[in-house]
């Protein structure tokens, strides 16, 4: 990675998906709909309005497959948190990180283990207001190169 990955840049856009599929797919949605109205008699109409929903079925898709992905994602990093809770953190504060929300425990994998101990009691002490504040909260960024 060029730059070192830290609060106010790691959010990951996936070329392939975000800047080629999703903008032909709406392209195409686009000019589906243009075609309805710009159709010359009933049958052309409602073939344009079948390739216009086909056309939503495919973005429909497209975000679907995303999502799962992402959600495969967010189980691994609460599963690989929890191992790392277990080897870092006193059984007592471990104990009590399964009140932790998913999102607290995402938010929480950005900080190295020396700040986790600390960041972790904060969160359950409800310090924060929500998991962006979490993250802001990390002052040396472990960052994550490995995500979807």
């Not at 497959?65 to 191992?83: M, N, P």
């Not at 960041?119 to 962006?132: H, I, P």
């Not at 979490?134 to 002052?139: P, Y």
């Amino acid at each position: 990675m060029p730059n070192e990955q830290n609060y106010s840049n790691h959010a990951r856009w996936y070329p392939l998906f975000h800047f080629v599929v999703m903008p032909l797919l709406a392209l195409n949605l686009l000019d589906h709909v243009v075609r309805i109205f710009t159709a010359h008699n009933g049958d052309e109409r409602w073939d344009q309005i079948f390739w216009t929903i086909m056309s939503v079925t495919l973005i429909l898709l497209a975000l679907a497959a995303r999502l799962q992905v992402l959600t495969v994602q967010d189980r691994l990093i609460r599963l690989e948190e929890r191992l790392r809770y277990a080897g870092l953190l006193s059984p007592e504060i471990n104990a009590r990180c399964g009140s932790l929300t998913k999102g607290q425990i995402i938010a929480l994998r950005f900080a190295p283990d020396d700040e986790l101990p600390s960041l972790v009691e904060r969160t359950l002490k409800g310090e924060f207001a929500d998991t962006k504040s979490v993250k802001a909260a990390v002052k040396n960024w472990r960052a994550d190169d490995l995500r979807a």
